[in-house]
């Protein structure tokens, strides 16, 4: 079988420069294309597959870029509003050959917790997430806690929960975080850390922790190339690697 044709977008960047790594030491892929901010993507270099690693004001145009061109594409870029994913969705439905995968978090152990969380949502009464990230993040909160909160939240719905205890009322300053479908999310930005999260989950005398720990990036390179091989076999939309994985509910 022929390898992959492989681009990379953000190549620059401290993920991009990661993936391409991976790609030009993979067997059964090649790297064709690196592209940063200011390059013209064009043809892609030939690319069959390309790896979008960019900031969320650039992400979604280059993704329409290469879904016009019949291109799969595998996104890491955080950040997407859900009216550009309704964009993507209807751009897609004119090319419905071609594959794209978002997934907030490539580390298995991220894709896990997120789970996780969500199996033990119905069984608490409280629930706040604390995400802790590198001071080069452009974006708070995460991609990965935006997506772990709009989990619970629709666990906690399903199980006729009501909203988060809070007895706050003075907040001027929001101490108490910011609220992403009513979940309480809190963002520490601190030099040394990578990629960071923990679910705490409070009943009555008791707390459950769910953490996980990217030390590296490398920990998202293993997810990345799944998703480069698995993406031509999902046409359509896909959020979250967990669909490449086996793991759907
Ligand atoms: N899904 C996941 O597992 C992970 C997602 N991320 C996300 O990936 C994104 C990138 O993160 P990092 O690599 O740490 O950031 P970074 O700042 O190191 O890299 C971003 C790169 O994108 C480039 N760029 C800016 N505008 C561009 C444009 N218009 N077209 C092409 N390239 C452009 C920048 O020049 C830079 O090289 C962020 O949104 C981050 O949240 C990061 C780590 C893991
Ligand atoms: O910017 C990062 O570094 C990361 N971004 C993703 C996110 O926003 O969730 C994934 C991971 O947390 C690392």
């Not at 706050?168 to 929001?174: E, H, M």
């Amino acid at each position: 079988m022929s390898n992959i044709k492989v681009a990379v977008i953000g190549a620059a960047g401290r993920m991009g420069g990661q993936v391409c790594r991976v790609v030009t030491d993979a067997p059964d892929l090649e790297l064709v294309g690196r592209y940063d901010q200011g390059d013209d993507l064009g043809d892609l270099g030939g690319a069959t597959a390309v790896v979008e690693f960019s900031v969320p004001s650039a992400s979604p145009a280059n993704v329409a870029h290469c879904v016009e061109r019949g291109v799969h594409v595998v996104v890491g870029t955080t950040g997407w509003a859900e009216t550009t994913l309704a964009t993507l969705r209807d751009q897609l439905e004119q090319q419905p050959s071609v594959g794209v995968l978002i997934a907030p978090n490539f580390a298995i152990g991220a894709i896990l917790m997120m789970r996780f969380a969500q199996q033990a949502a119905r069984f608490y009464e409280s629930v706040e997430v604390i995400e802790l990230h590198h001071p080069n993040k452009v974006d708070a909160p995460s991609g990965t806690a935006a997506r772990t909160a709009s989990l619970i939240a629709a666990a906690r719905a399903d199980a006729g929960l009501g909203d988060v205890p809070d007895a706050t009322t003075q907040d001027p300053d929001g101490a108490r975080g910011a609220r992403v479908d009513g979940i309480p999310v809190h963002s520490i930005r601190l030099r040394g850390l990578v990629a960071h999260q923990e679910v705490l989950l409070g009943g009555e005398g008791e707390m459950l922790t769910l953490r996980h720990d990217s030390f590296d990036r490398t920990s998202f390179m293993p997810g990345v190339l799944a998703g480069v091989r698995g993406v031509a076999a999902h046409p359509g939309l896909t959020v979250g690697l967990e669909h490449y994985l086996g793991l759907d509910a």
